[in-house]
């Protein structure tokens, strides 16, 4: 039996217990939650963990064997901190796994000085629609040469204490939310980048609203272009007041020889099931010769729907996981990874905010 403890088990933290119990021979023994309403959530779930009063509580225990990190994105690299030095435990940590630039000398030192598999949860490589994409992209392009992500969502949701409705806590929406799609590129196109432009801002959400007597300054929409070392170039175009639409992520690369598109729906629980079923994920592709796109249905297990927001890449990415704690595997995202993928976000928020192109050679 494999023992879980979990940092942070509000909203996100949940979404992992719920998958680390559909797992073979895994539970969750400990956790440590400072909101009272979120702790009485987890243990509905897990009624015999223990709660604990902080991370030093939870690592002093003999029931633990791995950990998650689903805290607030400012608090990762100060936890990760703290497990190295009382008990580094094999960890899997969310996203992002950075959130400013001060917080770069802790970080490097985590990267270059974690004894134990450090792996970011980068949940959106894992969902099926995705995994077929990458899988037949190579053959089906030709070799990309033009990347787009189109995410139209929902708002950010409520979290505890509201601290999603600031930059300062989250990094700012293009880390924050959009560092699953930089990671998304990098791994598609297998290629590093080189130069970020961006053009973003807060055009509909969360203008009318007051916490402490601050407006949030998160940004709702945008567009970012990422060009790649070896000349492939990527687009990002994010929206958060489109939760209207069929489908919530739409991924397309094109190359000499063809086009495939990957159709990935919202979560479940939002979708209106007044005008029907909610929509299958699709993988599409378009070869040039001969012309006609042929569509592969790829659904995935409602059990899976029911235990998260991601198409069920929770589930996938934890069994994945769970081969590095047992069979000692290397982690399939690294600390690296998600640095680089925060470090482009970064670069996207700083151009937007200037008007500037942001090298990253």
């Known amino acids: 039996m494999t023992r879980y403890g979990i940092i942070g088990s509000g909203m996100m933290g949940q979404e992992h217990i719920r998958n680390i119990l559909l797992l073979d021979a895994a539970t969750v023994s400990a956790f440590v939650e400072p909101d009272d309403g979120m702790a009485a959530a987890t243990l509905a779930l897990v009624p015999r963990a223990t709660r604990c009063t902080d991370i030093a509580a939870l690592l002093a225990r003999d029931d633990v064997d791995a950990l998650v990190i689903a805290s607030p994105n400012h608090m990762h690299v100060g936890q990760l901190t703290e497990i190295a030095r009382l008990r580094p435990l094999p960890v899997l940590v969310e996203k992002p796994l950075y959130t400013d630039e001060a917080q770069l000398p802790a970080l490097r030192e985590i990267l270059h000085g974690y004894p134990a598999p450090a792996w970011v949860a980068m949940e959106y490589r894992y969902m099926p629609p995705v995994q077929r994409f990458r899988d037949l992209a190579p053959e089906a392009t030709g070799g990309i040469r033009m990347l ?130 909610a929509p299958v994920p699709k993988v599409i592709v378009s070869p040039r010769h001969p012309s006609g796109p042929v569509e592969h249905d790829v659904p995935v297990d409602p059990a899976l729907l029911k235990a998260g927001d991601h198409n069920g890449s929770t589930f996938y990415q934890h069994q994945r996981f769970l081969e590095v704690i047992r069979a000692g595997r290397k982690p399939e995202v690294t600390l690296q990874d998600g640095a680089a993928a925060v470090a482009m976000g970064r670069a996207a928020q700083q151009s937007a905010a200037t008007g500037q192109a942001v090298s990253l050679a």
């Open 148 to 277: 787009t992500i189109r995410e139209h969502r929902f708002p950010f949701l409520q979290k505890v204490g509201d601290w999603n409705r600031f930059n300062r806590n989250t990094g700012g929406t293009l880390v924050e939310k959009c560092c699953h799609f930089f990671d998304l590129m990098r791994l598609i196109l297998e290629d590093d980048p080189v130069r970020v432009m961006a053009s973003a801002g807060q055009a509909v959400n969360h203008r009318d609203e007051r916490y402490g007597g601050e407006t949030p300054d998160i940004w709702d929409h945008g567009y970012v272009i990422v060009d790649f070392a070896r000349g492939a170039r990527a687009l990002l175009e994010l929206c958060m007041f489109a939760e209207g639409s069929r489908y919530q992520e739409e991924i397309s690369a094109v190359g000499p020889a063809g086009k495939i598109e990957a159709l990935v729906p919202g979560p479940t629980r939002f979708w209106n099931f007044d005008i029907g079923p």
